[in-house]
């Protein structure tokens, strides 16, 4: 088992949903984009968001097993939801283009997210990020946001070509920042995707739940006795980790 006060020095952390509020932010820009294009005529906001999201979903465990391209991923997300809805006339190209346009104009970050990040900055950790997604999308994201600052990396998932929670992009991200596994720690929400693909590979996880009324507790991976899994629903709680 790993000791109690174990010691990490880089620390990477997920973008979506952990950092950067993917819910919120998605949210406004689609709102953003289905003003613009009028689609009140044809059909309320909530439904068409909530079909939207169903079948970008979908489509997103579809990438990252390679069933199929980023071309595809950005029209299929809007036509699937055009065809459900029985919406016609409309060009999903142009509209996923404009919606990406919109997304890292949205700057809404978690709660606790720039208190904890100035506070390890502070303490000397290497803060990089680790992300799935489009890097045009993501890079702009981060540097909007104002968290281009706080990280000293960024990888994402399109550039090292090899999503989360592959083998791969742990361990390109570990090597290209010079860190040793038993220093370093993955922060994300996504339970298979962050968690799970950085216990594999072989480091230690935080498994966070933006809930803050969930207490910080610490638990040993029963399948790789070496890493420990920390859950927490508050940033702040990472300074009982680190």
């Not at 949205?106 to 890097?135: A, C, R, S, W």
């Not at 399948?223 to 300074?239: E, H, Q, R």
């Amino acid at each position: 088992m790993p000791m109690k006060n174990k010691k990490y020095t880089h620390i990477f952390f997920d973008l979506d949903n952990t950092l950067w509020d993917f819910e919120r932010n998605s949210q406004k820009a689609m709102f953003e984009t289905f003003q613009h294009y009028q689609l009140e005529k044809a059909v309320g906001f909530d439904l068409f968001f909530k079909t939207y999201v169903k079948h970008n979903h979908a489509l997103w465990e579809s990438y990252r097993k390679n069933e199929v391209g980023k071309k595809e991923l950005i029209k299929l997300r809007f036509q699937n939801t055009f065809t459900e809805l029985g919406m016609t006339g409309l060009n999903p190209e142009e509209m996923n283009t404009f919606y990406l346009n919109e997304m890292p104009k949205q700057k809404i970050l978690n709660d606790g997210v720039v208190e904890i990040l100035n506070y390890l900055k502070k303490k000397h950790y290497q803060l990089n990020i680790i992300t799935n997604g489009f890097k045009e999308v993501q890079h702009k994201k981060i540097e909007t946001s104002g968290l281009k600052p706080f990280f000293n990396k960024v990888f994402i998932s399109e550039e090292v070509k090899s999503p989360k929670p592959e083998f791969e992009i742990f361990e390109y991200s570990v090597k290209s920042t010079n860190a040793k596994k038993s220093e370093s720690i993955m922060v994300g929400d996504d339970w298979e995707i962050d968690v799970l693909g950085a216990v594999n590979f072989g480091i230690d996880a935080v498994h966070y739940q933006s809930n803050p009324l969930q207490n910080l507790t610490k638990v040993s991976y029963p399948l790789n006795s070496g890493c420990l899994i920390y859950k927490t629903g508050m940033m702040s709680s990472l300074k009982a980790i680190l």
